[in-house]
């Protein structure tokens, strides 16, 4: 019996020893692996707000006389002043104008990245500011060449001006004419002082020009139906004043009057313009009638029918003279 005993004390003994070992052995049971979601790049940076600078509002103070610091794309982007091209826009003023503007009205001076600010900003805050370039979504009528003044004293005296003195002032000086009447003293003063003459000797000449340009209009208007230039302009002055000056300007740019073609088709066709029967003379013989029908002039010509003066004026079956 006690022989048996031992024997299951044995046997029970060598089992623990085989567990034993056996759970020393045992890999552990695996483990799940927590489902990780990558966050990818981190994107904080693209959730905070954009700093554009100063709103575009920001460049139409009119007491920022720094040119070149208000510059910008035509779309608003700010541009650096070395960057500028000559379709960006710079503030003057209070008024955005393209950079090729800019140049022509002088107040800035040079070329693509190297424009420098010509200090006029600057005067024209100081003096209250400029007279505005005359404005317009009309176009002038204008096909033609260019027309030299009749006098060829004056058409010299205008090229020595016009190579005497900068491009910029130039375009400045006709500015003021337009709006003004008149080239301002500091204007005049620069253009001069390039010029190597005195302001009253210029003021002189660039008048005598300006008589030149004014007379190629009234000449111009006239053959073309106006019997009176001076009520013609005082017309255009009161009910097409932006496409007068729009005109104006661009018969000086052009050097060619037909840019007021339009506006005196307008004037005629008005009722506001007198055609006296004794100031025109048929192309067809005589027996022309004049006359109006809701206030506008119509000719009876013989053979041809009945039209518009303007349209007679314009296909050459009349023509106006002094008398």
Known sequence: MTDLIDGVSVFEAREAAVRAAHEVTREPAPQATPLRIAAGPDTSAFA???????????????????????????????RHMSELTPTDLVTI?????????????????????????????AKDVAAGGAPAAPKSDVKPDYMGNETAFEDHRT???LGTIAGATHAGAQLRAMTEIISKGEVSADTLRAMADTAGVSPQRLQTDLAQVQDAFAGQAAKFVMGSGVTNPEAF???????????????????????????????VGKYLASGDSSIPDDVMEATSSSGVSVRKVDGQVVLDLPGIGTMSYAAAVRQGLVKVSRG
Not at 94 to 115: F, H, I, Q
Not at 238 to 263: I, S, W
């Open 233 to 263: 302009f005082d017309w255009a002055e009161q009910h097409h004043r932006g496409e007068f000056k729009d005109a104006m300007n661009q018969h000086v740019m052009d050097r060619n009057p037909k840019t007021y073609a339009k506006l």
């Open 93 to 121: 003023n209070g008024t955005p104008l393209e950079v090729r503007t800019a140049l022509r009205l002088g107040y800035l001076d040079g070329s693509p990245g190297n424009y420098r600010d010509t200090g006029l900003a």
């Open 155 to 157: 058409e010299n005296l």
């Open 48 to 78: 905070a707000p954009l700093d554009l600078g100063p709103a575009i509002d920001a460049h139409l103070d009119r007491d920022n006389v720094d040119v070149l610091a208000t510059g910008r794309t035509q779309s608003g982007m700010r």
